[in-house]
Structures are given as structure tokens and as C-alpha cells.
């Protein structure tokens, strides 16, 4: 019915039977068709004021988002634990490994990334055998029996070597190397627990950044 009144009170203003002072409808709005721009920007305004707010929060939330998710710094090197190697360590690891990795991506800040492996217990090792199959990490740390284990289980079922051969590095063949022997682990003071440490081969840029990082955990160059 509202409506039915407005039509007829606007047709009463055409028509000249009432002033345009009378035609205000009972909410107390003037229900005159705006005639200017300035009115009609009003009138928009007025009635869209609720999308525009919603709008500018969503933005707001989209610029949220983007920095916190895909503005931030990206690792220079990523690293997956097949260890199963405590919060308090990985965070040490990735504090001071960072002081021997080069700013590959030239961001002015040098980040490593550790992800760790959880097992499954009733599918077991799904994470890590995933990251294997379809992950970019370009380093996989962990003792030397699960090193071994994962190099000889991607071996048997693809006839590809998992990891690359450090031998230029340490001076034997073997694509493990222990950190405890190198010289970042013994300026970290890494005794006892055992972390080996190898790179994914891909036969790419990835790879030789990686082993450009491994052979300074090696040798002790550093960017401090």
C-alpha cells in the first residue's frame, strides 16, 4: 500500500494538484523524484549507505589477508623434518641456519622455513610421503635411519634417487650430511641430537641453491 500512496502523491505533484511541500509521506521523507545531480548523488548515497560500508569492510579484510598470507616474506630455503624434532628446535634451526643461506630471492631478508611431519596413526607417514611425491621443500633433515629409509623407499618404487649426492662437499659419496659434524653445528652447539641433513635433486636452480646453502653449513661461511 505504501507504495500505491507514493505513485499517487507523486502523480498529485506532477499533475499540480498539491506543493511539493505536501508531498511528504507519513515515514517524513520527501518522496519528490530528485531533479539535480547533487540530489541525485544524495539520494544514492542515502539508500546505499549500508553496501558502501560493507564494501569498504571487505576490502579492509582482503587487505588484511593478502598481506598476512601472500605479502610477507617467502623462505629463501624450505625444510622438511621427516624428525620428529621439537618446536624449540626447529624455531633454533631456522634462526641461525638463516645466517648461512644467501637472500635468494634478493627481498632484502633472509628467511628459512621449517615444516614438520606428522604421523598418522592410523595412515602413517601420509604428510611426509605427500611432501615427497608432490612438495617443493628443497632440504629434508632427520636422523640417519629415516634419511635412509625415505631415500630407499622412493628408490624401490620409482627408480629415481630422492636426494642428490653431496660428495663434492664433504668428500665421499653419500647424499647425508651429518650437521653435527659441520661447522655451523658445532657453532650452534649441536651435540647430541642427531640431524642429518640432504638436498631434494631436481636437476634445477632449486637444487643448486640448496646445495650452495649445504656447503656453507659445511664450511661456516655466514652473511652476518
Given amino acids: 500500500m505504501s507504495q500505491d500512496n507514493d505513485k499517487r502523491e507523486l502523480l498529485k505533484l506532477r499533475q499540480g494538484i498539491i506543493d511539493k511541500s505536501d508531498a511528504i509521506d507519513e515515514t517524513g521523507y520527501d518522496v519528490n523524484m530528485p531533479s539535480t545531480a547533487g540530489e541525485k548523488a544524495k539520494n544514492w548515497m542515502w539508500y546505499h549507505t549500508g553496501l558502501i560500508v560493507l564494501a569498504v569492510l571487505l576490502i579492509g579484510v582482503g587487505i588484511v589477508i593478502y598481506f598476512a598470507f601472500f605479502a610477507g616474506s617467502k623462505p629463501d630455503m624450505t625444510i622438511y623434518s621427516a624428525g620428529n624434532y621439537t618446536m624449540t628446535m626447529r624455531t633454533m634451526l631456522e634462526n641461525t641456519m638463516k645466517n648461512y643461506c644467501p637472500d635468494f630471492d634478493s627481498d632484502g631478508e633472509t628467511v628459512i622455513g621449517i615444516e614438520q611431519s606428522v604421523k598418522d596413526e592410523m595412515l602413517g607417514n601420509t604428510d611426509l610421503y605427500e611432501e615427497v611425491m608432490n612438495g617443493h621443500s628443497q632440504i629434508f633433515i632427520g636422523t640417519k635411519e629415516q634419511l635412509t629409509a625415505l631415500y630407499d ?20 659419496d653419500g647424499y647425508a650430511v651429518d650437521i653435527r659434524e659441520t661447522s655451523f653445528g658445532k657453532n650452534a652447539q649441536i651435540f647430541s ?4 641433513i640432504a638436498v ?10 640448496a646445495e650452495e646453502f649445504v656447503g656453507n653449513l659445511i664450511s661456516g661461511k655466514n652473511y652476518i
Avoid: M
Wanted: charged share 30%; hydrophobic share 30%.
Fill in 200 to 209: 631434494r635433486r631436481t636437476d634445477d636452480e632449486s637444487q643448486r641453491h
Fill in 193 to 196: 641430537t642427531e640431524i642429518f
Fill in 153 to 172: 623407499d622412493v628408490k624401490s618404487a620409482t627408480g629415481e634417487a630422492l636426494f642428490a649426492d653431496l660428495g663434492t662437499f664433504t668428500g665421499t
